[in-house]
C-alpha cells in the first residue's frame, strides 16, 4: 500500500512515519589489534560473505517524519 487517504474525512492530515528495522550479529575475527580486526569485518560485509538477515532482528523503531 503506496498511500491510504479517506477522501471524507476533510479534517484529517496525511503524516509520513518512518518504520525502522534493526539487525545485529557480534563477528569473532582473528587480527593483530582492533583496526585490523575492523577493516577485515567491513570487507566481509562490503563483499558479501556477511549478510544479515531475519534471525538477526533486534528491535523496530517507528518515528515521525518533518513534511
Do not use: N, P, W
Not at 492530515?13 to 577485515?40: G, T
Amino acid at each position: 500500500m503506496s498511500g491510504y487517504f479517506c477522501y471524507f474525512a476533510y479534517d484529517m492530515k496525511k503524516y509520513r512515519i518512518q518504520v525502522s528495522e534493526v539487525l545485529s550479529r557480534v563477528v569473532e575475527v582473528v587480527a593483530h589489534d582492533e583496526d585490523e580486526a575492523m577493516q577485515f569485518v567491513k570487507a566481509m560485509y562490503r563483499d558479501c560473505d556477511l549478510v544479515l538477515d531475519a534471525s538477526d532482528y533486534v528491535l523496530t523503531e517507528f518515528s515521525v517524519k518533518d513534511e
